[in-house]
């Protein structure tokens, strides 16, 4: 195990335990998918407040560790081989500790596969088309007299929780039975678009009740709840 202070963000972000997963992060939908993850595995961890409102991901210092200046990333000082790992990508994250850990991903290689399909449907379809009716329903892009935009995105949005609800349709969880990787790459997402996003009526969406009743069972998780507030600026 080696020591994350080598590494250039811990002269902005010092590790008070270096022996544990160092996160750099913030409690968006991107950055609670680390924090759920740690939380619901049990992992050792420190967290570190990036505040992306005040640019922190595109300091020098945050750059080193991930080139793109997003959040989430982390320093496993115990990661393959005894060498310390850095990591940036959420999606990335959630299957690297779900590796380490043996939790939250089947071994079975065919429904492995399907969990990370599932994790590929948050990253590239729910993610960015969610994010988008924030901006246009909540942030800056709410002044544009065009709603074009929004509506086009709010359309897509609806198709993409039909989907998940058709998933989930007879399901407690993404992958059936089993709470995985899929389920903590999505929940943030869902609950903030209805809750910070202030999109439930926007998208229709108590009109998706396999939907509602999995998100409802993914905040009765302690870990969950404890996630989503990891890191706040409070």
């Known amino acids: 195990m080696s020591d994350p202070s080598r590494f250039p963000i811990a002269s902005r972000w010092p590790a008070q335990h270096p022996d544990r997963i160092q996160l750099y992060s913030l409690n968006t939908p991107n950055g609670v998918k680390a924090s759920i993850m740690l939380e619901e595995t049990g992992l050792p961890y420190e967290p570190h407040l990036v505040d992306i409102t005040r640019n922190e991901s595109h300091t020098p210092e945050f750059l080193s560790l991930n080139p793109n ?3 989430p990333a982390i320093i496993d000082p115990d990661g393959p081989r005894g060498e310390p790992l850095a990591l940036f990508e959420s999606g990335a994250i959630l299957m690297y500790l779900a590796d380490k ?5 089947s071994t079975d290689p065919a429904q492995r596969w399907h969990t990370i399909q599932w994790v590929f449907f948050q990253m590239a379809s729910i993610g960015p088309m969610f994010g988008q009716v924030g901006f246009f329903n909540k942030f800056a892009g709410k002044e544009y ?3 074009r935009p929004l509506q ?3 359309d897509e949005s609806k198709r993409l929780l039909g989907v998940l609800n058709g998933r989930l349709d007879g399901r407690d969880w993404i992958m059936g039975d089993d709470y995985s990787i899929a389920d903590i ?6 609950n ?3 809750t910070f996003y202030e999109a439930r009526e ?9 939907v509602g009743r999995w998100l409802n069972r993914a905040l009765e998780r302690p870990a969950v709840q404890r996630g989503l507030k990891i890191p706040s600026r409070g």
């Open 185 to 190: 790459a999505t929940v943030g997402w869902v």
């Open 69 to 71: 200046g997003k959040i």
């Open 145 to 147: 007299a065009d709603k």
């Open 202 to 210: 926007l998208v229709g969406y108590d009109a998706f009740a396999s």
């Open 101 to 105: 850990t043996g939790k939250f991903i």
């Open 192 to 194: 903030n678009l209805i």
């Open 152 to 154: 086009r995105y709010v």
